[in-house]
């Protein structure tokens, strides 16, 4: 089972419904049933607090108060109803009858990037793990044919008259489902570079007649997976950018057109909570205080050492890849050697709540709560960061690897 790599996919982009249609004949795609359906990678809104800031619209939406939820029980909150939708950064992709995959993702312009048998009918692994069964999810797409593909296009406008301006638009492409059920599949452009997925009833309306299923039936399709993700493009606040560029210049301009697939060579992110405990650590040891004042881009009277917001931080592709060594070098001691004095500095950076399995939430506010106790939950629970930096060293070196011309690997915090 090989992971998806977004460097090595090679798509077809379509642009309009006529183009995809084509893609759809010229593959038989719409005379064959799907028999299994894999969400490549992280699905944020199946995440936690995601999920429950879900729950808690939905709930608000109905009328439902804080007081009255105190006294519900556990049936009728697994029957909460939510939509069934996936938000994804990597593709979906459809297992055939025939054993072959249809693989989809929508950029944010609109683009569709489509494929066949371009991606391990068995994987769901990709930049992140799989942490969604999209079987359970849209169990009712299975042994269907997906027919039609259909492109929506929406406009919103602000002002009036000559000071008329193009405020937002919206993307969709919209698949009929074979069977006697009015269900639709969707695929809906995001502002950045997720975009979602879904089952819909009846006729495409937007935000509204999305398919709704339990709660507990969600919650079944959830994998039990811990995971610091990285996220394939940018553009989303509360994240650290990690571009390439040249010390004097301003960080590679990201807005490169979709179809050209630039866009995925060039920026991934990182949630800021996910960097500070895993790499603040890292990347002040390797500042470099005489290149970055090179960078046109720091502040030049208030800006010194590793900026944690706003301003740009360069790292040379030399001292990056040192930095890099040094990670594998620090999670190899984190798994066979713990109490290695090495580690120390490293350790003593790691958040306690950043470790503690959720059951265990309390724990640090127990009277007997002391450092021991606090390092024997980080090296039993050292899962989490072992398995993020490998991914990390391995994604960071593409960049540099992809971007031969540029010299630095800049950070910049939200």
């Known amino acids: 089972m090989n992971p998806f790599d977004i460097q090595e996919w090679k798509p077809t982009f379509c642009k309009t419904e006529k183009e995809l249609n084509a893609f759809w004949e010229e593959n038989q795609i719409a005379r064959k049933k799907i028999i299994k359906i894999n969400a490549i990678g992280i699905a944020l809104n199946m995440q936690g607090w995601a999920l429950g800031k879900r729950i808690q619209e939905t709930l608000s939406s109905a009328g439902v108060t804080d007081e009255l939820m105190q006294k519900v029980d556990k049936d009728w909150y697994n029957n909460i109803q939510l939509n069934t ?66 492109f929506y296009h929406r406009i919103s406008y602000q002002g009036s008259g000559e000071g008329e301006s193009v405020q937002s638009e919206e993307y969709a492409f919209v698949f009929t489902l074979s069977g006697d059920s009015d269900l639709r599949f969707f695929i809906r452009a995001g502002h950045d570079s997720a975009f979602t997925c879904g089952l819909f009833c009846s006729y495409f309306n937007w935000d509204n007649d999305i398919y709704k299923i339990p709660l507990e039936r969600i919650s079944k399709s ?57 790499l603040f650590y890292f990347l002040e040891k390797y500042f470099d205080e005489d290149l970055n004042k090179k960078c ?119």
Not at 261 to 269: H, K, S, T, V
């Open 85 to 150: 939708e996936l938000e994804l950064w990597e593709p979906i992709v459809f297992v055939l009858e025939d054993h072959s995959t249809v693989e989809l993702m929508i950029f944010p312009d609109g683009v569709l990037g489509v494929s066949v048998n371009q991606i391990d009918p068995d994987t769901t692994e990709g930049t992140n793990h799989g942490d969604c069964d999209a079987n359970i999810l849209f169990s009712e797409m299975l042994s269907r044919k997906c027919r039609r593909p259909e």
């Open 222 to 278: 959830r994998k039990d997976v811990r995971q610091a993700a990285i996220l394939e493009g940018g553009d989303s606040g509360g994240y650290f950018s990690i571009v390439p560029t040249m010390v004097e210049d301003k960080p590679v301009d990201s807005n490169y057109p979709w179809g050209t697939q630039d866009y995925y060579r060039n920026i991934i992110m990182i949630d800021e909570m996910d960097v500070q405990p895993l």
């Open 296 to 414: 046109t881009d720091r502040d030049p009277y208030n800006s010194r050492g590793f900026q944690h917001y706003a301003d740009p931080n360069l790292y040379s592709y030399p001292t990056m890849k040192e930095m890099l060594q040094e990670i594998e070098e620090k999670a190899r001691l984190l798994q066979e050697d713990f109490e290695n004095p090495e580690l120390k500095e490293l350790i003593d950076d790691f958040s306690i709540s950043y470790f503690l399995p959720n059951e265990l939430w309390d724990l640090p506010h127990q009277e007997d709560w002391n450092e021991e106790k606090r390092r024997e939950i980080i090296r039993d629970n050292l899962g989490i960061a072992i398995d993020f930096y490998a991914r990390f060293v391995s994604r960071v070196r593409k960049l540099m690897e992809r971007n031969p011309d540029c010299e630095c690997i800049c950070f910049s915090g939200p």
